[in-house]
């Protein structure tokens, strides 16, 4: 089945400790991105990338890593999460020109 | 500045009636409109989607109505059902590499 899969669902941390998300699709999209979405802000871009080893700014960058070292994986890092990251993830892929992309179940994460 | 702008904020309708969503755009440059629909605990999945050279698409009881001189366009549904209860974004994008831009979204509730 094609699909794009997030991991955790769900997670609950403290402020300033380091955790992933990982997102990976089995479709052989070259472009891949993070979301967040928040109440009354809708989605906004984090990062994206067009291609293994191709990464770049979204709109909402700060406090973000990201790596694409395979095509099929693009995990998101948050090297020292605050409250204010406290929000709902989605990753998102699509092939290189083709215009729909497909979300994942999203993550949602809660920084105490 | 947002750039793609959804009006109302939330809307409620009766089973079969109309469900109409407006979302107005900035960027002239955008050549992409899709709308994406999100369930509860879902990640958001494309919906219907014009480009500016038609003025009208339709599939099933969802259409898109396009016009390019105001720089809006709006997502039917006829005949709403409780299981149209969700939230839509409105998107848009300029080009096939470009990123799409989201709209905040909003939250369709049909009453049975």
């Known amino acids: 089945e094609a699909q794009v899969t997030q991991n955790p669902r769900y997670l609950i941390t403290v402020t300033g400790k380091k955790l992933t998300v990982t997102c990976s699709q089995n479709?052989?999209?070259?472009?891949m991105s993070w979301y967040r979405q928040d109440p009354g802000l809708g989605l906004r871009q984090i990062y994206y990338?067009?291609?293994?080893?191709?990464?770049d700014k979204g709109d909402v960058p700060e406090g973000y890593k990201v790596s694409r070292k395979e095509k099929r994986n693009f995990p998101l890092i948050l090297e020292s999460p605050s409250p204010n990251q406290t929000s709902l993830y989605f990753c998102?892929?699509?092939?290189?020109?083709?215009?729909?992309?497909?979300f994942g179940p999203g993550t949602r994460l809660l920084v105490l | 500045q947002q750039q793609v702008k959804q009006s109302p904020q939330s809307l409620i309708v009766q089973k079969g009636g109309i469900s109409i969503i407006n979302c107005a755009y900035e960027?002239?440059?955008?050549?992409?409109f899709p709308w994406y629909q999100q369930f509860p605990g879902k990640g958001p999945a494309l919906l219907i989607a014009?480009?500016?050279?038609?003025s009208e698409k339709k599939e099933g009881r969802f259409t898109i109505s396009f016009n390019k001189s105001a720089k809006q366009f709006s997502l039917h549904i006829m005949d709403s059902q409780p299981g149209d209860s969700a939230t839509y974004f409105c998107?848009?994008?300029?080009?096939?590499?470009?990123?799409?831009?989201f709209g905040k979204g909003i939250t369709l509730s049909v009453r049975p």
């Open positions: 998102a892929s699509k092939a290189g020109v083709q215009e729909t992309q497909y």
């Open positions: 479709m052989n999209h070259e472009y």
């Open positions: 990338s067009m291609n293994v080893e191709v990464t």
């Open positions: 960027n002239t440059a955008f050549d992409y």
């Open positions: 014009i480009r500016p050279d038609v």
């Open positions: 998107a848009a994008r300029s080009g096939a590499n470009s990123k799409l831009t």
